[in-house]
């Protein structure tokens, strides 16, 4: 297994572009989420989803969007990047109370 | 305030020494999970607490839910265990965690 994979690792965007961070997990969990990490702080959520169709906001879901039409698929997009957006970023997905956490996604916003 | 606090925020250490990180938080929680993030790197779950105390090799976790409070144990400290390490708590009738801002720990030969 892969476990969760995501896509792509670095990203330098300017500002008021767009993109999609990619998110994919082989383990047919239901639950997947999106945080970001600024340094000094802890994880925040912006989106999280409990299957296929089901999505719901976080903490921090102002500037994103996501879908979810497959169990294996959580893309989130930013729409028009601003430089507050400049974050790690990190997909989750979880089954019972286990957590299993992608890489991450580097994104600068300049 | 923060609804889960760690401390401290930085620790440095010698290799060998015992190594104590701590977590309280002001929620009723289902479940308590300690995370560990190397530089650069992606995160790994170590424990996941409801009660009691878990130990995985030089890991040890312990958590006490009257107080609501959890500690990190490391034994025999080694560089490689130079990280951040993250707690996060699920509270009850939610799917959703809150994480703790992470302790710093750097470990010296």
């Known amino acids: 297994n892969a476990g969760v994979t995501q896509t792509p690792k670095f990203r330098i965007l300017k500002i008021g572009q767009s993109m999609t961070l990619q998110c994919t997990q082989d383990m047919n969990h239901n639950y997947m989420y999106w945080y970001r990490q600024d340094p000094g702080m802890g994880l925040k959520l912006i989106y999280y989803s409990v299957g296929a169709g089901i999505t719901d906001k976080g903490e921090v879901p102002n500037g994103y969007n996501v879908s979810r039409s497959t169990t294996e698929d959580f893309p989130l997009r930013l729409e028009l990047a601003a430089p507050s957006q400049t974050s790690v970023y990190f997909c989750a997905s979880s089954y019972v109370n286990e957590q299993y956490f992608g890489p991450g996604t580097r994104l600068t916003v300049t | 305030k923060n609804e889960v606090e760690q401390s401290p925020q930085n620790l440095t250490a010698q290799e060998g020494e015992f190594i104590t990180i701590n977590c309280s938080y002001s929620?009723?929680?289902?479940?308590l999970h300690w995370l560990q993030q190397h530089p650069g790197g992606g995160i790994v779950s170590l424990f996941m607490?409801?009660?009691g105390k878990k130990k995985h090799g030089r890991l040890i976790a312990t958590i006490n839910i009257q107080e609501k409070h959890s500690s990190l144990h490391i034994t025999a400290s080694h560089p490689r265990d130079s990280a951040v390490y993250i707690c996060a708590v699920k509270g009850k009738n939610t799917d959703k965690l809150i994480f703790g801002t992470g302790t710093r720990l750097q470990v010296f030969p």
């Open positions: 929620v009723g929680i289902s479940a």
């Open positions: 607490l409801s009660s």
